[in-house]
């Protein structure tokens, strides 16, 4: 399976941004998908956003589209989701996934390959 460690969260006001970072390491068949998903307390873990390697095909929570991006960077084998005009609503724990072959970008939040998370809290 994937490892994956995350960085880059954060506090900031309503409108602010933030780029979450996400290292990981295993074999290119453990991370056929790899995205974000989040979870605040009190509410279902929310897919926020996923890409497909072999397709290039993404996948973007209906409320981040058009406010949040996400990159690899295969020389640094890192993934990044960069945040901006962060809302309150976006406060959560949030976490990089990776799944093999024969996964869904919309799934991440159900992906097994998870890391630890890093925390977000955007104040209005």
């Known amino acids: 399976p994937a490892h994956l460690v995350e960085s880059g969260g954060g506090s900031v006001q309503e409108g602010g941004s933030l780029r979450l970072s996400c290292v990981y390491s295993g074999s290119t068949y453990s991370r056929e998908c790899m995205g974000w998903f989040r979870q605040a307390p009190g509410k279902d873990r929310e897919t926020v956003a996923g890409i497909r390697n072999s397709d290039g095909s993404t996948y973007y929570a209906d409320s981040v589209k058009g406010r949040f991006t996400l990159s690899q960077d295969s020389a640094k084998n890192t993934v990044y989701l960069q945040m901006n005009n962060l809302k309150a609503d976006d406060t959560a724990m949030y976490h990089c996934?990776?799944?093999?072959?024969?996964?869904?970008?919309?799934?991440?939040?159900?992906?097994?390959?998870r890391g630890q998370g890093t925390q977000v809290t955007v104040s209005a």
């Open positions: 996934a990776a799944a093999p072959v024969a996964c869904l970008p919309a799934h991440v939040r159900f992906f097994a390959s």
